[in-house]
Structures are given as structure tokens and as C-alpha cells.
């Protein structure tokens, strides 16, 4: 019996989604005990879910062009990407993804322009070769994608005078890369998420103990902080980030806790999360992404029955 993923949609007039219903999409044979990591969306109807682990540890995607009712799935990746799959993210060109290498214990950037047919590798810029730094997450608007990345694999001993962060931007699909700033006050990040319209946002590690949140309209060459999110956010059981419109981004964690701004990131509320058939929502999120400037976005899960869920959330 092939394993499914689970889609559900939520309905009502209320600005939160307050009812969800679900379809199931069959997984391929080879990836019948697979898990979802990640997903990337180019539009509301066209995604990327990675992450589904097979066989022999082969790693699939799965692409849908209608918004879940059909899929197709690939296992056809370049060395470097075949471990597994940790965040993917979409511009007008086509999609990103940090894919994780086994044999070198570290991350590689992979760019596809079919829909996940084939995926080519991306070369890193020359400071993160020297310096060990891999690529950890990123964002995408319509021109450009900003990919953050950290040297924890090379770190010896744990020192922490040994740890380095970057945060670089590219216009032309991982050709060439410019610096890009981290927010003011931030020694890490925890997330990122942008619009076509050329608006992202970042989640950071403040002195404060709680997430401070940020805005860039330029690139990531500079940053405003506008807000943070509440101590009921634990950024050690960060989930995932999206934002489907300028004023509107979710957040989930691993506990399946959903948070929800309507003004931009300056104030956080939670909101409820997808349940499962019997009204639980054990389902261990572990992705979310929306579509640009749709608000339809899409979470996934990780736990047993594994499950994509499909939101169309008012701003």
C-alpha cells in the first residue's frame, strides 16, 4: 500500500483558517517510508516539496503545477545534493535548494529551472569555500535570492571563536554573489522569507531573549527591525517561515504551534495550526511556504501520516 501525503485546505469567511479539509496524493513506491523537509512555491498552484527520503537513503522531490491535485517526483540529483534536503526557495527563474552532502558532512546549493526535473549545482562564493561556510536557508523575490550560511560543521572543539555567519545575495541564479547584511544587533539567523515584491524578512537571535524580526526592500543590504515574536515562540524548535503578501507571514515550530502577523512582523498572535482527522495536531511541522503575494501558503508535516497542508489565508 503506497504511502500518501495528505493536502488539506482551509475554508470559512473568518480572517484565520478555522476549518481544514484534506485530499491524499500518493508518494512513488521507491519513497513509501519518505519524510518532507521543505517546501518552495513560484506561484499558488506551483511547488516544490524535498526531503522525501527512499530507498538505499535516496532523496526525492515532488512538484505540483495544480496545487496538489497531482504530482511528479524525481530522484535524479548531482552528488552533492543527495543526502537530503533542508529548505528550498523559488524566484522568476526557477528554485533553490540547500541539499545536504553525506560524504563531506556539509551543504551544497542546487538550482533547478525545470520544476525539479534536474537539478545543477550552484558554486559557493570564494569567502564560504575558504572560510567552510555552508548554506543553511534561503529567500527568494522575483530578482533576487539571499542565502544564509553558517561554518558549524568546521567548527573544532566547539569553539565558538571559530564560528562564522554570512549572508550573501545573488540576481542571476548563483552566477555571481554580493555581501549582504545581517541585521543590526543579530549574531545568527533562524529564518528567512521574501515576496516578488522585493520585501523580506529575516528571524534573528537578539540579546533579548526573544526572536527579533526585520525588514529588507533593498537585497539584504540593509536591514529595519520591526518588531519580535513573543516568548511563546521557542526558536530552537523553529519549523518554518513564510510570507504571502506585505503585511502578512507565518511562522510554525515542531510543536505545531502556528503564529501569525497582519501588520508586517511588528506584532505576533498564534493562530490554529492544521489538525489531523481525529482534531490533533500532533503532526510535527516541519516547513512552510507561500505563495508571493497570494496568500495561499503551504505547510508540511513530518510525522506519520506524512502531510502537506494547503491554506488559503486572508491578509
Known sequence: MATTVLVGEATGA??????????????????????????????PTGCIIGGIRGANAATFTGTTMNGGRSWFFTSRFPAPLAGGVASIACDRSGCFMVGENLAED???????????????????????????????????????????????FAMSGKNPSNYRVALVS????????????????????????????????????????????????????????????????????FGGFGCATRTSCYLVDDSNDLFVTHNGGQEWSPTNPPRNRHGSTDLETDGLA?????????????????SLWKSQLAS
Open 106 to 152: 556539509a551543504d551544497a546549493l542546487g538550482f533547478t529551472r525545470n520544476q525539479g526535473r534536474s537539478w545543477s549545482i550552484v558554486p559557493l562564493p570564494q569567502q564560504w569555500i575558504s572560510e567552510a561556510i555552508t548554506p543553511g536557508f534561503i529567500g527568494c523575490t522575483t530578482s533576487t535570492c539571499l542565502v544564509y550560511g553558517n561554518n558549524i
Open 290 to 306: 507561500c505563495a508571493s503575494e497570494s496568500a495561499t501558503c503551504y505547510i508540511v508535516g513530518i510525522a506519520p501520516p506524512t
Open 14 to 43: 473568518s480572517s484565520l483558517p478555522e476549518r481544514w479539509t484534506r485530499m491524499t496524493v500518493p508518494l512513488p513506491d521507491a519513497a513509501a517510508n519518505g519524510q518532507l523537509a521543505a517546501i518552495g512555491c513560484w506561484s
Open 170 to 237: 545573488t540576481s542571476d541564479d548563483g552566477r555571481s554573489w554580493s555581501p549582504a547584511a545581517l541585521p543590526g544587533g543579530s549574531g545568527d539567523l533562524d529564518a528567512i522569507a521574501c515576496i516578488g515584491a522585493g520585501r523580506c524578512w529575516a528571524l534573528y537571535r537578539s540579546a533579548q531573549p526573544q526572536e527579533g524580526v526585520a525588514v529588507s526592500i533593498d537585497g539584504g543590504r540593509t536591514w529595519t527591525t520591526v518588531g519580535v515574536i513573543g516568548n511563546a515562540f521557542d526558536p530552537d524548535h
